[in-house]
């Protein structure tokens, strides 16, 4: 079994050297970029060589930097049935790493509204990943509620919950951020409840027999 380069000699500063370029990347993201391994290193203050024997590549630093750049799920290997169950552990897991980026996300964000366009290509933090986790927490939802219900219901829950809604929240409407996030669960859980209650209905309504 092959020894990786970290794990060899000088163990302790290989790890501070390692964090530096990690951090390095954070920093850079968190300007808008999507940093090169090169450029890391380089803002790190280490030679490109050595940051090239941590990373060989960018994806993995930009892994080891944001590790939800790669992440699929949030409801782990044994996800629970219960439907309000599974989008609250999303939104928790959600409102969590958005509090941890939140300064890339808001130059992210500014970034996205330019006119140009010209970053959006490079946005690494703003690629749709929590549609596809909601969709995710809500697919007990298949067939009690029409694809067209459900993605309403995803797109409507994405609104209250993300970057745009803590923006809000916290500068214009005073929240702090243990409140704002309070505010995006709570929002959550409404519409989910509410969905619910219009699907229940409509299901009542056609089983009434014609007059």
Same mark, same amino acid.
């Not at 892994?63 to 799920?73: D, K, N």
């Not at 209250?160 to 996030?181: F, N, P, Q, T």
């Given at each position: 079994?092959?020894?990786?380069?970290?794990?060899?000699?000088?163990?302790?500063?290989?790890?501070?050297?390692?964090?530096?370029?990690?951090?390095?990347?954070?920093?850079?993201?968190?300007?808008?970029?999507?940093?090169?391994?090169?450029?890391?290193?380089?803002?790190?203050?280490?030679?490109?060589?050595?940051?090239?024997?941590?990373?060989?590549?960018?994806?993995?630093?930009?892994?080891?930097?944001?590790?939800?750049?790669?992440?699929?799920?949030?409801?782990?290997?044994?996800?629970?049935?219960?439907?309000?169950?599974?989008?609250?552990?999303?939104?928790?897991?959600?409102?969590?790493?958005?509090?941890?980026?939140?300064?890339?996300? #808001? &130059?992210? !964000? *500014?970034?996205? %509204?330019? =006119?140009?366009? /010209?970053?959006?290509? @490079?946005?690494?933090?703003?690629?749709?990943?929590?549609?596809?986790?909601?969709?995710?927490?809500?697919?007990?939802?298949?067939?009690?509620?029409?694809?067209?219900?459900?993605?309403?219901?995803?797109?409507?829950?994405?609104?209250?919950?993300?970057?745009?809604?803590?923006?809000?929240?916290?500068?214009?409407?005073?929240?702090?951020?243990?409140?704002?996030?309070?505010?995006?669960?709570?929002?959550? #859980? &409404?519409? !989910? *409840?509410?969905? %619910?209650? =219009?699907?229940? /209905?409509?299901?009542? @309504?056609?089983?009434?027999?014609?007059?």
């Amino acid at each position: 079994m092959s020894i990786s380069y970290e794990q060899t000699g000088r163990t302790r500063q290989k790890a501070r050297t390692r964090d530096a370029i990690i951090a390095a990347a954070r920093a850079l993201i968190a300007t808008g970029e999507t940093p090169t391994v090169a450029q890391a290193a380089d803002v790190a203050g280490v030679s490109r060589a050595t940051a090239y024997r941590y990373f060989p590549n960018q994806r993995g630093m930009l892994v080891s930097a944001h590790p939800q750049i790669e992440v699929r799920s949030l409801l782990g290997a044994d996800p629970p049935e219960d439907v309000a169950t599974r989008l609250g552990l999303v939104v928790d897991e959600v409102t969590r790493m958005m509090l941890e980026n939140e300064p890339g996300l #808001r &130059t992210m !964000l *500014r970034l996205s %509204l330019e =006119d140009e366009g /010209a970053h959006r290509e @490079r946005l690494l933090l703003r690629q749709g990943r929590v549609i596809g986790w909601l969709e995710e927490a809500l697919q007990p939802l298949r067939g009690r509620l029409t694809k067209a219900e459900l993605r309403r219901l995803v797109h409507a829950i994405r609104c209250a919950v993300g970057i745009e809604a803590l923006v809000w929240l916290s500068d214009v409407g005073g929240l702090s951020r243990k409140d704002a996030v309070e505010q995006m669960r709570w929002s959550a #859980r &409404t519409l !989910l *409840r509410s969905a %619910l209650a =219009d699907g229940s /209905a409509g299901e009542r @309504r056609a089983k009434r027999p014609n007059n």
